[in-house]
């Protein structure tokens, strides 16, 4: 949806682009807005905007965020600008200020507020969600049933860089919402990213280049100093993307071995910032201060989700003044949080995902190689892909693939079931299953097979009537000649082995073919009804295809059915009695994980006797994410093998 360009024309000292000023046209019409634009382009300031024009109206906001970083970050933007009364943040880390009129908070906090405390959640009047994509998430369910359940008046702000299908998405957000909700679309990167390669044998190079020299056999096995080394004249500062928070380490303890990239003026700013950090937190005799000490004195760093949050501070403090030259960091960096750097490296195309060792998605490339080019300051960003084995067999170029449309996570969980019958709506879980965006999806798709089907129906029809109706018979003109060439491959082999059995069989199909009159068909209509009998038959398997996914497709009676199967399974634990909430229910409304597990824990005081430190220790057990080396470790290691 778009309109007219009105409105401010500057906002903060910045000469406004079009799609911003067609986005706060809508929020200065009270719209609930969709905004998708390349990373970099200047999406947060439409949220900067926003989130103003609340407090100056005394009205009350929330900015949710996937990740605890750009929560912080935000925080500190909001408390720099508004001042520190007017802002908040609720984090798994830390509360801060819980009741000012601008909150910063991860979605799930959002959506258990939404869940939990509806008399809270109503006093909102502006909900921010960046990073909208990651409704597509493992976390996903936070994202629908903070949209589901925000209160009608409440009006969304959405922003991502990373949607393939924005139109459903937006159709689904304004029929959930009940509301027209706006979109506004930009495509163009006010700073062009460039994307090569790099191996030791070819320098930077691009695709076409590398696949050449890999023809020849002039690759050569490479590492990520090469690359650093490579670019380090000209394209920093760089993130250096590793997907596993041990190689984030590894690797930037590796590039310890190069020269600084730091000069003494700036050596001396890191080694002032440390000590403020180090006598704040008491930080002296911790191992990962002291290894983040010896790689930030020559402008080298890493980040990942593992880190203490104090280190992330001060990892990100420095690596905003320009202090960090090369980061090595996990996709977590690239989500939301507002560093800019001139070029983004990716150390490998594939990834682990918990599950399997899977290439790299559009979505999850265009997300990272974004951070590239910072406005204003550069005027090109620059990606570059490590390809580090020299027995490649294929690269993607990922800048010429589409990105993928995001899907729905939605599901049933136990803590969703006992928060809406806390909330006295039971009544609720047939319209939160109607009003999320997989059924949304799966509605669409129905309405698709189903009209799929009608036309093979309306195809197969008008196929028919070019058969006529002695195809199949004896006395079709095409099966009559089929019948002789039989009788005369028959008669052959008679003649060549004089077999009884032959013999019948030749008789038998000589008197069958004598009986017969065939139709005096011409060719042209013999040709046609050959053409459609082969085409009725791949239209019949096409049918069958789209009968059995229209079959697949999940409808209301299945999710209710698994209602009320989880219902009845927490009936036999005692967490329920009818619709009664008990003890066990409680507790397990108030956790967003394993609540079942973790609850029993509890009841059977398997907690009592441990300390702070030590529930933590189970808690993380519990929350554990696998790892690739976790599958891998079985090969390398004989004895796990049994």
């Not at 996903?140 to 959405?158: D, M, N, Y």
Request: glycine share 6%; charged share 25%; hydrophobic share 40%.
């Amino acid at each position: 949806m778009r309109q007219e360009n009105v409105g401010l024309a500057t906002y903060k000292g910045y000469v406004l682009d079009d799609f911003q000023r067609q986005a706060l046209a809508f929020i200065e019409q009270g719209r609930s807005v969709i905004v998708s634009a390349p990373t970099g382009v200047g999406k947060t300031l439409i949220a900067d905007y926003l989130i103003e024009k609340a407090v100056a109206e005394g009205k009350r906001v929330i900015y949710t965020a996937p990740i605890k970083a750009l929560s912080n970050q935000k925080y500190r933007q909001f408390k720099a600008s508004l001042g520190e009364e007017q802002v908040g943040i609720i984090t798994g880390d830390i509360v801060v200020n819980s009741n000012a009129p601008v909150l910063m908070m991860t979605t799930e906090i959002y959506r258990n507020m939404a869940l939990t405390d509806p008399a809270r959640a109503a006093d909102i009047h502006y909900l921010i969600f960046d990073e909208i994509h990651f409704i597509d998430s493992d976390r996903g369910v936070a994202w629908e049933e903070s949209i589901i359940f925000a209160p009608r008046h409440v009006r969304l702000l959405g922003l991502s860089a990373t949607i393939g299908n924005l139109e459903q998405f937006t159709g689904w957000l304004s029929e959930v919402r009940q509301e027209p909700v706006a979109l506004v679309v930009e495509t163009h990167r006010t700073v062009p990213l460039i994307h090569r390669f790099y191996n030791f044998g070819t320098g930077i190079a691009s695709l076409t280049e590398i696949n050449k020299a890999s023809r020849r056999g002039e690759l050569r096995a490479s590492d990520h100093r090469q690359l650093v080394h490579a670019i380090r004249k000209h394209y920093l500062p760089a993130l250096c993307f590793s997907f596993s928070r041990r190689q984030c380490v590894d690797r930037a303890k590796e590039l310890l071995r190069e020269p600084s990239f730091l000069g003494r003026e700036a050596v001396d700013r890191v080694q002032k910032t440390l000590k403020e950090y180090g006598d704040r937190y008491n930080l002296e005799d911790h191992a990962s201060f002291t290894l983040l000490s010896r790689l930030l004195h020559k402008g080298i760093a890493f980040h990942h989700a593992g880190l203490l949050p104090v280190l992330k501070d001060l990892v990100e403090e420095l690596f905003e003044q320009g202090l960090v030259k090369v980061l090595y960091c996990t996709e977590t960096f690239a989500v939301g949080v507002n560093y800019p750097v001139k070029s983004v490296c990716f150390l490998e195309q594939r990834k682990f995902d918990g599950r399997s060792l899977r290439p790299l998605s559009a979505q999850e490339y265009m997300q990272m190689s974004g951070r590239a080019g910072r406005r204003g300051i550069d005027q090109r960003g620059y990606v570059f892909t490590l390809v580090a084995n020299p027995d490649v067999v294929e690269l993607t170029d990922y800048s010429k693939r589409a990105i993928e449309p995001i899907g729905s996570q939605y599901r049933l969980s136990c803590n969703s079931i006992l928060n809406l019958m806390r909330r006295g709506m039971e009544e609720q879980v047939a319209i939160a299953y109607r009003s999320s965006f997989a059924q949304y999806l799966n509605h669409r798709e129905r309405s698709r097979l189903e009209h799929e089907l009608a036309s093979c129906e309306t195809r197969r029809v008008e196929l028919l009537g070019y058969i006529c109706m002695a195809e199949g018979q004896d006395n079709c003109p095409v099966q009559y000649r089929r019948m002789q060439s039989k009788l005369r491959g028959l008669q052959r082999e008679w003649l060549r082995y004089r077999r009884r059995y032959l013999e019948r069989k030749c008789r038998a199909l000589e008197a069958q073919v004598s009986a017969v009159i065939p139709k005096n068909c011409p060719p042209v209509t013999q040709n046609r009804c050959r053409r459609a009998k082969r085409q009725l038959g791949k239209l019949q398997e096409e049918a069958t295809f789209l009968a059995e996914r229209l079959s697949a497709l999940p409808t209301a009676d299945d999710w209710l059915e698994r209602y009320n199967r989880i219902k009845q399974r927490l009936g036999h634990l005692g967490y329920i009695d009818g619709n009664e909430i008990l003890a066990r229910g409680e507790l397990a409304s108030e956790i967003n994980f394993q609540e079942i597990l973790i609850t029993e824990f509890v009841f059977a005081g398997m907690l009592d006797e441990l300390t702070v430190a030590e529930i933590c220790s189970v808690l993380v057990g519990i929350d554990y994410s696998a790892r690739y080396s976790d599958f891998t470790s079985r090969q390398r290691l004989p004895f796990l093998r049994n």
